[in-house]
T-cell receptor, first 114, second 117 residues
């Protein structure tokens, strides 16, 4: 089974802090994704990556950056956390070029910015 | 314009009964795929079922099946013999291929299903 592991289930940080959310997958997937999920807004894509050191902006990249130094790890960075970044963050991975293959998700990180 | 529409914000079903969750989509791409996910209150997103636009038959996975009506652009999820553990949010998502980028999914806003004992 595919395993996508997010470093924290719950995280509390302060405004202005630099925050790192880590995601690791163990199935050699090329694609990795970061979403945020807010009530009534569904899942919104922040960034995704289809290869090491490659990244593409999603729908809401402002205030975020990402890093993919190794194939299995995709990090989301909040450069200077703000209260409007309080949310549920979901990481996912998938195989490249396999249309029927689903995205596999981690358990999510509930991030609170105080 | 929304490309994935889930018109039912909330649904109730009696345990052991069947329930249909609606999903309509909009695309001009002849090649696309539709996914359904379940998200319990604990937060993890669980993949349930996939339907490809060229698949001749409706997809089935255990108690889950897809009522795929291509001309109507609908891909409704049918859960048979509902169980209490089916109480969750359910999301419909679509992957298009026309841009040569088959990596991203377009998500609906979800339907909250509550199974009553």
């Amino acid at each position: 089974d595919v395993k996508v592991t997010q470093s924290s289930r719950y995280l509390v940080k302060r405004t202005g802090e630099k925050v790192f959310l880590e995601c690791v997958q163990d199935m050699d997937h090329e694609n990795m994704f970061w979403y945020r999920q807010d009530p009534g807004l569904g899942l919104r894509l922040i960034y995704f990556s289809y290869d090491v050191k490659m990244k593409e902006k999603g729908d809401i990249p402002e205030g975020y950056s990402v890093s993919r130094e190794k194939k299995e790890r995709f990090s989301l960075i909040l450069e200077s956390a703000s209260t409007n970044q309080t949310s549920m963050y979901l990481c996912a991975s998938s195989l490249l070029g396999q249309e029927s293959q689903p995205q596999h998700f981690g358990d999510g990180t509930r991030l609170s910015i105080l | 314009a929304q490309k994935i529409t889930q018109t039912q914000p909330g649904m109730f079903v009696q345990e052991k009964e069947a329930v249909t969750l609606d999903c309509t989509y909009d695309t001009s791409d002849p090649s696309y795929g539709l996914f359904w996910y379940k998200q319990p209150s604990s937060g993890e997103m669980i993949f349930l079922i996939y339907q490809g636009s060229y698949d001749q038959q409706n997809a089935t996975e255990g108690r889950y099946s897809l009522n795929f009506q291509k001309a109507r652009k609908s891909a409704n999820l049918v859960i048979s013999a509902s169980q209490l553990g089916d109480s969750a949010m359910y999301f419909c998502a679509m992957r298009e291929a026309y841009a040569g980028n088959n990596r991203k999914l377009i998500w609906g806003l979800g339907t909250s299903l509550a199974v009553n004992p």
